[in-house]
């Protein structure tokens, strides 16, 4: 019924729990972009169809993904590594798809952080939804920040409310920072560049509304200590003990080297006064994306 995708690079150690968890899948299909470890080694000891692809942004290398791929069932989904799937995801998965209409495209999904073995419920603002399960032929991705986003839905999107796992932390805190330096130089780049307007913070969708917030709000060096308040205090983080202490800590480093590097921009565009060119700026046109905004009559809350 169901055919699943999982994007790799170098993820020899999240892998084969990862595909271990899919061991209901008849049909799964591991899209690398150039491990130098044994991650491809390990996809095909689980009997996954593997292949390679440069990566050009997670919503291109999905789209490369439902372009090229021989699947063999009308559901997709796409997970990551570091994810993994449960006994309760898959129920409900099956579920919803038995029942889904011709007029579905697709469901958001949502994830369940872990970190040492527990759930942070709290401190991760649970639940974030992302466009994870698609009906073949009726939706595709585009590059969005450091991750993707939906666009061309032919029909209508609903919502599975229970998570599959998410050890977004399982190679260490070392490898996330040094990711996470990454991401944030992608993320400064399109809320700079790619600003929605204001009215977009009121909007019901909440994709679309979470976008619009981090867009505005990182305009002020205060947004990193308002975001660890709201998932430590407001949310309460601290009743998650050590783990939500430091998932909290570091998200909030993470939106201050975001916060650091707009304001790098802004100060760089207007020294430049559109004329000189700074390493940094070299990436605005790789970033001049379009977000997608569904119709309210596509979208199920």
């Known amino acids: ?10 993820e020899e150690v999240s892998l084969p729990s ?4 899919l061991s209901w899948c008849d ?16 996809a095909k000891m689980f009997g996954a169809n593997t292949y390679v692809h440069p990566f050009e942004g997670f919503g291109k290398q999905r789209n490369y993904a439902l372009d090229n791929l021989d699947f063999k069932n ?5 997970l990551d590594a570091d994810e993994h799937s449960t006994e309760k995801f898959r129920e409900a998965i099956y579920k919803e798809i038995t029942k889904a209409t011709n007029g579905v495209a697709g ?13 942070l419920k709290r401190s991760d603002t649970f639940p974030i939804w992302q466009f994870r399960l698609l009906r073949k032929g009726r939706a595709r991705f585009t590059n969005l920040g450091h991750g993707q986003k939906e666009c061309d839905l032919t029909g209508e999107v609903k919502y599975i409310k229970e998570g599959y796992l998410h050890y977004s932390i399982s190679k260490g ?6 990711r996470h330096n990454i991401y944030a130089k992608k993320e400064a780049a399109f809320r700079y560049y790619n600003c929605p307007p204001f009215r977009n913070i009121f909007v019901r969708h909440a994709s679309m509304r979470r976008i619009a917030l981090k867009c505005w709000l990182t305009k002020s060096l205060i947004w990193p200590f308002l ?17 939500g202490l430091l998932y909290c800590v570091n998200n909030f480093y993470y939106e201050f080297m975001i916060s650091i590097q707009y304001r790098e921009l802004k100060r760089n565009e207007i020294i430049a006064n559109g004329q000189r060119s700074s390493p940094i700026l070299n990436i605005k046109s790789d970033l001049r994306l379009v977000i997608h905004q569904p119709d309210k009559s596509q979208i199920s809350e």
């Open 74 to 78: 009308e559901w997709i989904l796409f």
């Open 227 to 243: 975001r660890f308040i709201h998932a430590y205090f407001f949310k309460l983080g601290f009743l998650e003990g050590i783990q």
């Open 27 to 42: 049909d799964i299909h591991v899209l690398d972009s150039g491990s130098t470890d044994k991650t491809n080694e390990i």
């Open 107 to 119: 469901f958001y999904c949502c994830s369940k952080l872990m970190l040492e073995g527990r759930w």
């Open 173 to 178: 805190w070392f490898e996330w920072i040094n």
């Open 18 to 21: 990862c595909l271990a968890s």
């Open 1 to 10: 019924m169901i055919s699943v995708v999982i994007l790799t690079k170098n």
